[in-house]
């Protein structure tokens, strides 16, 4: 039964990374309905996912759990011992002769013997635990399969007998799909099965409504409509069936049921925050769920389906309705509760279970043969020793897993042959154990061979264990071999512990090798100490190595000082365009105006990626007094140099009047300089630019049409609305959306 080993193994993994989504969802309930619906998705696909997860996962981390967990699946193999027949193992040996004797003798001799009968035990006595384990769980997993199997099956039945929504109904669907920015409109179906509205269908969904549907008001119908598509638009029916394959699958752990519970829960809230954001008064609708609770005729519903409510979760839904304020989900929460709840699943995946012998084993171990050394019998019935036996067991021992991979790979990191021990070396960089650590340690220090000791270097980079660093930071000092050197600095940067700063500052402004200095400087970007700060000024206006300059710069944008400001100004005059080019960038990002005199002059450097980087920087400190460089960009003969410069008018802040040159670069001939220029211009505001505008409503390019459609937005002007009114016609959907929605705010702002 080797293949049913993987559920015990995928089941308390899945329990622990639903205990932890428990955790998580009690500190995100301050956030809204949907960014917990995400949570319980991803926690439960990470069980689902949780036996490849196991296989694939990165790393092992070993982690003690119950072993009865663990190894519930083992199978066991059992002999009978010397015990169990009766006797020592000294009577087992004679009674092995005496069966060798007895095996000697004639059959006519044999047969007179008189033999036991044999007590037949009953048949169920003969299925081990395991296999009753095996088939309560496959009953289980049966019957709830047959429980969704029945349920799409009642779906596809109510598809083809219900009756289809009339036309007032249809154009009512149209409308609030409108409203909720829901490209295709769902069929609308009328079915006497079920007692309340649902949601089925993930290709083709569609909406179900009961009978009593007949008898509502066009207000109770429009949000049951809105509350159905917002579970459509939101694609809701994915987590739930996932939720459903999910118990049954693991049918008997009750944390499944329960976060499948919570995830019904969150979409529904979820939903109904989006309801209330297009624009439903809470309290009616509020009103309007709890009367159809109310009158919601008991019946039941098929899995596959989502019903608009259930009593049970009713109270508390009830209450978040009435305190909602039709928040959404920002998509920063909702990414970074994926990333965190996947990285939740790849760690418990790589938890490695150890533990004490389960009962079963305890079990074999006591009934399998006991190798002894009286395995042996002489004529003489003195008891001897088996030497093979003695020997192979002295000299076989069982190796435990990090043994078996350092161990040997430690005995040849003495091997004379320097090729075997560089082999030996670059293999344990991939053991990450302190056995491996301290060996190669060793090896770095003494190995004679260059070519050994930088393959040590780079696996102690690979494990990046912080007990290597004074063996790393001497090798970087004091070893001969440039490359060695080189992986040292690599090896300190991938640990990433200020302790092996002092080294990498010395290699820095010491070593004579440029490569070895470029990798010391991208070694302290990684750590990020800014007690490296004065070492890379220093190196950075003296160093005589472009390479060296332009890796000091990427370090000292990593510390993100305002002390290098003036070093790195300075730079911007290197005489090397790619350290100018590193300069301007690192600039832009350090976020400090005082750089701003330095940059505005290379606005006309001959160098075309110098310019870009200084006009791009330049934008992102968005100060006042590099206009006149932004206007000069506008003219330049470089495409994203234009483009810069006109994203550039974007960022400056309280700027009021477009420059004439801004307005005249709407006739420019590459397309996206004009849509920077539309943005720019609709964030200025200028009056001015409304022609402009106006006459690139047509633009051959659909994203500068959007652009400006959405800067006119910005006007109050009765050209602009002729101008969105022609949008309103153009063949791109989403500019005409946005048209739409430009026309709505004016019309508001009357």
């Not at 390479?547 to 990593?558: L, N, Q, T, Y």
């Amino acid at each position: 039964m080797t293949s049913f080993t993987w559920l015990p193994d995928a089941a308390w993994r899945g329990a622990l990374l639903l205990s932890i989504a428990f955790v998580l969802a009690r500190l995100l309930r301050s956030q809204p309905a949907a960014v917990r619906h995400v949570l319980w998705t991803g926690a439960l696909a990470g069980v689902i996912a949780m036996p490849i997860l196991a296989i694939v996962a990165p790393v092992s981390l070993p982690v003690t759990v119950p072993s009865r967990i663990v190894n519930l699946a083992a199978p066991v193999t059992s002999a009978p011992t010397g015990d169990a027949l009766g006797g020592s193992t000294e009577a087992v040996g004679v009674k092995r002769e005496a069966a060798e004797d007895q095996a000697s003798v004639p059959p006519a001799v044999t047969t007179d013997l008189a033999t036991t009968p044999a007590v037949e035990e009953p048949w169920y006595q003969g299925i081990s635990p395991l296999n009753w384990a095996m088939t309560v769980w496959l009953i289980g997993a049966l019957l709830f399969s047959a429980r969704l199997l029945v349920g799409f099956l009642a779906l596809s039945r109510m598809r083809r007998a219900g009756t289809s929504a009339d036309d007032e109904i249809a154009e009512l669907a149209e409308a609030c799909a409108t409203r909720l920015d829901l490209h295709a409109v769902p069929r609308v179906i009328v079915s006497s099965k079920i007692a309340m509205p649902c949601t089925a269908g993930w290709i083709r969904p569609v909406i179900l409504l009961p009978d009593e549907f007949s008898t509502w008001s066009s207000e109770r119908l429009e949000v049951v409509l809105l509350h159905e598509m917002s579970h459509i638009r939101r694609m809701d029916i994915v987590p739930h069936l996932l939720s459903e394959v999910t118990r049954v699958i693991y049918w008997f752990n009750p944390l499944v049921w329960l976060a499948a519970a919570r995830l019904r829960a969150e979409a529904e809230r979820a939903t109904d925050d989006r309801v209330v954001h297009a624009g439903a008064k809470p309290s009616d609708y509020a009103a309007h769920l709890l009367d159809i609770v109310r009158q919601a005729r008991p019946v039941w519903h098929p899995a596959p389906l989502m019903p608009l409510a259930r009593r049970s979760e009713f109270e508390g839904r009830m209450l978040a309705i009435l305190e909602s304020g039709g928040h959404l989900a920002s998509a920063r929460w909702a990414l970074g509760t994926v990333v965190l709840i996947a990285g939740l699943s790849v760690g418990v995946a790589s938890v490695q279970g150890a533990g004490a012998p389960t009962l079963a084993e305890k079990d074999a171990l006591k009934d399998a043969p006991k190798e002894t050394e009286s395995s042996v019998i002489v004529p003489d019935g003195n008891r001897k020793g088996s030497p093979e036996r003695m020997n192979k067991q002295q000299s076989t021992p069982v190796p435990t897993s990090r043994e078996s991979a350092s161990g040997p790979l430690a005995d040849a990191l003495r091997d004379p042959v320097a090729s075997v021990r560089q082999a030996a070396a670059e293999a344990l960089g991939g053991v990450k154990d302190s056995v491996a650590v301290r060996a190669l340690m060793e090896v770095l220090r003494t190995d004679e061979s260059a070519a050994v000791r930088r393959a040590a270097a780079w696996s102690l980079g690979e494990i990046a264990d912080a007990m290597a660093i004074p063996a790393l930071s001497e090798a970087l000092s004091r070893d001969r071999d440039a490359e060695t050197r080189k992986n040292a600095a690599s090896a300190l940067g991938h640990i990433d512990s200020p302790r092996g700063t002092p080294a990498l500052m010395q290699a820095l402004e010491r070593d004579t090798e440029a490569a070895v200095r470029i990798e010391a400087a991208e070694a302290l970007a990684n750590i990020e100490d800014p007690a490296a700060t004065d070492a890379l000024i220093r190196v950075l206006d003296r160093d005589d190595d472009p390479g060296v300059r332009r890796a000091v710069i990427e370090a000292i944008d990593h510390m993100e000082s305002a002390r290098a400001v003036p070093a790195v100004s300075r730079a911007l005059r290197d005489k090397d365009a790619s350290v100018r080019r590193a300069a301007a960038e690192a600039l832009g990002s350090m976020d400090d105006n005082e750089a701003v005199p330095a940059l505005i002059p290379l606005a006309r450097d001959p160098d075309v990626e110098v310019r870009r980087a200084v006009i791009q920087a330049l934008g992102s400190l968005g100060d006042r007094r590099a206009v006149p460089a932004f206007v000069g960009a506008l003219a330049d003969a470089d495409a994203e140099v234009r483009q810069a410069g006109a994203e550039a008018f974007g960022n400056v802040e309280n700027l009021r009047t477009a420059p004439p040159e801004l307005i005249r670069a709407m006739e420019d001939r590459n397309a996206e300089v004009r849509h920077s220029v539309a943005h720019a211009l609709g964030h200025i505001g200028d009056p001015d630019a409304v022609r402009a505008l106006v006459a690139h409503v047509a633009d051959p390019n659909v994203e500068v049409r959007q652009a400006v459609v959405d800067a006119l937005d910005e006007f109050d002007d009765p050209t602009v609305t002729a101008a969105l009114r022609t949008a309103l016609k153009d063949s791109d959907p989403e500019v005409r959306k946005s048209a739409a929605q430009a026309l709505g705010n004016k019309n508001r702002s009357k």
